[in-house]
């Protein structure tokens, strides 16, 4: 038994699982992964998350100067090997009714979390089966209203005195995600790294860009949410239908950034009515229950972030598949880069689609094939 496999069975046996059944539930694009769990009638699942498998996660009150020192997942202010953020998001999505994994079990610093099992129903399984995509999308749009109507706390309980802050979604995550586009993507299909006159003036361009995209009031941010991280309930009421499953890398920031998320979905086809049609729902909801909300200022961003995740999506997809050997994820280019290039068609986005238009044309976006 390795010292991990140890480590992993101390832990079963704290929490009373170790005669349960296990087996592989999921892996995801981290270096989390997910057991089930079956002892008898009750099942519950494991995530396995090691702590030094990461660059590390960003301290709260880190200078810019420190996360760049400290690599890509403190720049993007992601969880890394950090469990305390899924638990103190988690813990605070179950407290205002939204239907997140009851945390039943932990040990953060071995990296285990025992959660309850929400079941397999993926949205994206339940489509894919002829599910009502009306009422699925109808029910995430109220869920993330619902979400965007609530206070966040400026600290969130963990665990025995242990609090977590969660981190603004700034520029420099913002930039540096992007800049995954440019790292990954365009030496791959160009077969050149980017120059830094090249990469000085896509981040002028970006820099006009962020201001509009920020939160006159911020949100909490899930950061992943789409068909694939989303569990379909339908035992249960309202928007707690809606089962979330990622999102130890949330954040203070923009609400439209998780519409964006289900919408411009790199996993599935979004129908252009459906997401028009949920963009006005949403635009609806957020004018009865958001103080100061304005629909202009939110289609604006809504755009400008669609554009900044694709971006990162597409340097994502290259680095999962040369650096992590996962290729699986390239057959989702294509979508990811039709989403792209209709963000790009929105007049306050001409500086950038000129951009991409000159450096990564269209016939370079659709060249790479595996």
């Not at 892996?27 to 590390?56: F, N």
């Not at 025995?160 to 420099?172: A, I, K, N, W």
Request: glycine share 8%; with cysteine.
């Amino acid at each position: 038994m390795t010292e991990r496999e140890q480590q992993l069975h101390n832990f079963l046996q704290a929490c009373g699982w170790a005669d349960a059944e296990r087996s592989v539930l999921a892996g995801d694009a981290s270096t989390r992964r997910y057991d089930r769990l079956v002892r008898a009638s009750e099942r519950a699942v494991l995530m396995d998350a090691p702590p030094a498998a990461e660059e590390p996660a960003c301290p709260h009150d880190a200078s810019r100067e420190m996360r760049r020192e400290l690599g890509y997942n403190a720049m993007a202010c992601l969880a890394g090997p950090n469990s305390a953020p899924f638990v103190a998001i988690g813990r605070f999505l179950h407290r205002i009714g939204l239907s997140a994994p009851e945390v039943r079990g932990l040990n953060l610093k071995d990296g285990f979390l025992l959660l309850e099992d929400l079941g397999d129903d993926l949205l994206a399984r339940v489509l894919e089966g002829g599910g009502d995509q009306q009422l699925t999308y109808e029910t995430a749009i109220d869920a993330l209203l619902h979400l965007h109507a609530q206070d966040v706390p400026g600290a969130l309980p963990v665990d025995d005195g242990v609090t977590f802050s969660l981190h603004s979604y700034d520029e420099l995550a913002m930039q540096v995600e992007a800049d995954l586009m440019i790292d990954w993507f365009l030496p791959e299909a160009s077969g050149q790294a980017p120059s830094d006159d090249l990469r000085a003036e896509y981040h002028a361009i970006w820099s006009e860009l962020f201001p509009f995209a920020r939160a006159k009031k911020p949100v909490l941010v899930l950061r992943d949410f789409h068909a694939e991280n989303v569990i379909w309930l339908p035992g249960r009421d309202g928007v707690e239908r809606v089962g979330l499953l990622d999102f130890q890398d949330g954040l203070l920031g923009h609400p439209a950034y998780d519409l964006v998320s289900l919408l411009e979905d790199a996993r599935r086809d979004v129908p252009k009515a459906l997401a028009g049609a949920m963009i006005e729902r949403y635009c609806e909801g957020a004018a009865r229950s958001l103080d100061g909300f304005d629909a202009e200022d939110f289609k604006r961003a809504y755009a400008i972030l669609g554009a900044q995740r694709n971006s990162k999506i597409i340097g994502i997809f290259i680095r999962l598949w040369r650096r992590d050997g996962k290729p699986g994820y390239l057959k989702h280019l294509d979508r990811v880069w039709t989403y792209m290039e209709q963000d790009l068609e929105k007049p306050d986005l001409r500086p950038l689609k000129q951009w991409v238009d000159h450096h990564i044309p269209t016939e370079m976006r659709r060249a790479l094939k595996v």
